[in-house]
């Protein structure tokens, strides 16, 4: 009886991987062709620091959900591996936890850089919002989720929308000067009076 158990348990555990929501996470493939650029507007290559994650919740067919309620799935997928065009990154297929066949989810594609000022391992949050961080995102998009063995489905929403990464300005050192200056002057008169 506690051999039937065991076995038992394992095959629900087994059904429960096998059913969960996949993707092909890349955005080249059939009926995508989204090439991304870096800030100077290059095709981004690899082992130039850069990494693609997904960003996504579950939705309804139609409704595309806010953006803030998106999470990142972790897949940090880098560019251009074993030969592959540059701007392009094939990050194979990808599960997403507590989905399965037929979910449907709201996507959005985001891209970093992940060394900042000499800093490595930067998120897209804090590239996002440092002086010197470089980011972008797709346009958001929805996916069906696929379960084995059925091929992943495409990130097909993202048609032929690459886009261009930002760079955050990086404050100059006359700025700091000048903001001094102005500091100091209110103090002056502050004291006057």
């Known amino acids: 009886m506690k051999k039937l158990l065991i076995i038992a348990g394992c095959m ?9 929501g996949t993707l092909n996470f890349a955005n080249g ?6 090439p991304i650029k870096n800030s100077l507007g290059v095709a981004i290559t690899g082992g130039n620091n850069y990494v693609a994650d997904l960003f996504w919740v579950t939705t309804t067919a139609g409704a595309i959900a806010p953006e803030s309620s998106l999470a990142a799935a972790g897949f940090n997928s880098a560019f251009n591996i074993n030969g592959a065009p540059v701007g392009y990154f094939f990050g194979g297929a990808q599960s997403l936890p507590n989905t399965g066949a037929g979910t449907i989810i709201s996507a959005e594609v ?8 000499g800093t490595s ?3 897209y949050a804090s590239a996002n919002s440092t002086p010197g ?3 972008g995102k797709s346009i958001e998009f929805n996916v069906t989720l696929t379960a ?3 091929p992943p489905g495409n990130l097909t929403g993202l048609g032929n929308n690459g886009f261009t990464l930002t760079l955050n300005p990086v404050p100059e050192p006359s700025t700091f000067a000048l903001a001094g200056l102005g500091a100091a002057a209110l103090l002056i008169f502050r004291r006057r009076k």
């Open 12 to 20: 629900v555990a087994a059904s429960a991987v096998l059913a969960q």
């Open 29 to 34: 493939a059939a009926g995508v062709n989204a």
């Open 110 to 117: 985001r891209v970093w850089n992940t060394v900042i000022g």
């Open 121 to 123: 391992g930067q998120s």
């Open 133 to 135: 961080g470089e980011w």
């Open 148 to 150: 084995n063995p059925t």
